[in-house]
């Protein structure tokens, strides 16, 4: 089973970048769908982005443009590059897989905070 940490939020301005980072533990990694998700208070969980074993990537039409998802299976990591940053962004994003987010289990997350 694979494990996450995500890790790389922090405060950002309005109009900057950020990059945030996923790493993954589990020999099964590589084979692995893996998405950003994002919680902003008093709002639900929401998928961000999602890149599958083969590169293939999905967006959320609110960041669509101005984040990519990218991964790097021999350093085991997914990547979430966030430009163009809106105050609407800010939460705390999270990595998990399908399965895992289905059944309920998530990590820490790591805060992202916009100013303006």
């Known amino acids: 089973q694979v494990q996450l940490v995500e890790s790389g939020g922090g405060l950002v301005q309005a109009g900057g970048s950020l990059r945030l980072s996923c790493a993954a533990s589990g020999s099964t990694f590589r084979f692995t769908t893996i998405g950003w998700y994002r919680q902003a208070p008093g709002s639900q969980r929401e998928l961000v982005a999602d890149?599958?074993?083969?590169?293939?990537?999905n967006y959320a039409d609110s960041v669509k443009g101005r984040f990519t998802i990218s991964r790097d299976n021999a350093k085991s990591t997914v990547y979430l590059q966030m430009n163009s940053v809106k105050p609407e962004d800010a939460a705390v994003y999270y990595c998990?897989?399908?399965?895992?987010?289905?059944?309920?289990?998530w990590g820490q997350g790591t805060q992202v905070t916009v100013s303006s």
């Open positions: 890149i599958n074993s083969g590169g293939s990537t």
């Open positions: 998990n897989t399908p399965i895992l987010s289905t059944l309920g289990y």
